[in-house]
Nanobody, 125 residues
Framework: QVQLVESGGGLVQAGGSLRLSCAAS????????MGWFRQAPGKERELVAA????????YYADSVKDRFTISRDNAKNTVYLQLNSLKPEDTAVYYC??????????????????WGQGTQVTVSS
């Protein structure tokens, strides 16, 4: 089992940047693929970015490609999401999630086994 705690959210103006962190504790962090999801009011939770266990493969939703960067530091048990060129439509609660499969990344909410409590990102216009 693994526990996940997100941090780094906040209020930022359009065009600004934030860096989200997700600290993991419990079972070996490097055995989990990781994902960042977001959920805006009235909308379904959607995958923003994902990274495999070693960090050698990443996936991005089209809406954030070239603006967001996912990375991980297995020595620090932490996954990051760098958010650049933020837009008002990026406003949402951002969640990190861990999945225990072996190869690659997955995109569905139900594929992930553990979730953090979420951190709010608000982008003003």
């Amino acid at each position: 089992q693994v526990q996940l705690v997100e941090s780094g959210g906040g209020l930022v103006q359009a065009g600004g940047s934030l860096r989200l962190s997700c600290a993991a504790s419990g079972r070996a962090f490097s055995t989990y693929a990781m994902g960042w999801f977001r959920q805006a009011p009235g909308k379904e939770r959607e995958l923003v970015a994902a990274i495999n266990r070693s960090g050698s493969f990443t996936y991005y939703a089209d809406s954030v490609k070239d603006r967001f960067t996912i990375s991980r530091d297995n020595a620090k048990n932490t996954v990051y999401l760098q958010l650049n060129s933020l837009k008002p439509e990026d406003t949402a609660v951002y969640y990190c999630a861990a999945g225990s499969w072996t190869i690659g990344v997955r995109r569905r909410v139900n594929d992930y086994d553990y979730w953090g409590q979420g951190t709010q990102v608000t982008v003003s216009s």
